[in-house]
């Protein structure tokens, strides 16, 4: 059973930076992800990145983001800079087959 325990969300000011983390237990194989949920809003893509390093972005990132993985680590990550107060959600980590994690709170301030 695949579990996904994210890290690195806050409150930051617009203009800043932040990055989340996050690590899975059991197989790492397979597509990864960051997806994106703000108050009464559908949850959004923001980036997915396959086994070999290759990413998909959701339009609205236009560069800020950046996924990454470490496969020896078991770990994703997500740094995004240029944050808007648009980009205030719960940010939550997703393998492929429908895994999900808890989610991180990321709140940016105008």
């Known amino acids: 059973q695949v579990q996904l325990v994210e890290s690195g969300g806050g409150s930051v000011q617009a203009g800043g930076s932040l990055r989340l983390s996050c690590v899975a237990s059991g197989s790492f194989f397979g597509t990864m992800g960051w997806y994106r949920q703000a108050p009464g809003k559908q949850r959004e893509l923001v980036a997915t990145?396959?086994?070999?390093?290759?990413?998909n972005y959701g339009e609205f990132v236009k560069g800020r983001f950046t996924i990454s993985r470490d496969n020896a680590k078991k770990t994703i990550y997500l740094q995004m800079n240029s944050l808007k107060p648009e980009d205030t959600a719960v940010y939550f980590c997703?393998?492929?087959?429908?895994?999900w994690g808890q989610g991180t709170q990321v709140t940016v301030s105008a």
């Open positions: 990145i396959n086994y070999g390093g290759g990413t």
């Open positions: 997703w393998k492929s087959a429908g895994v």
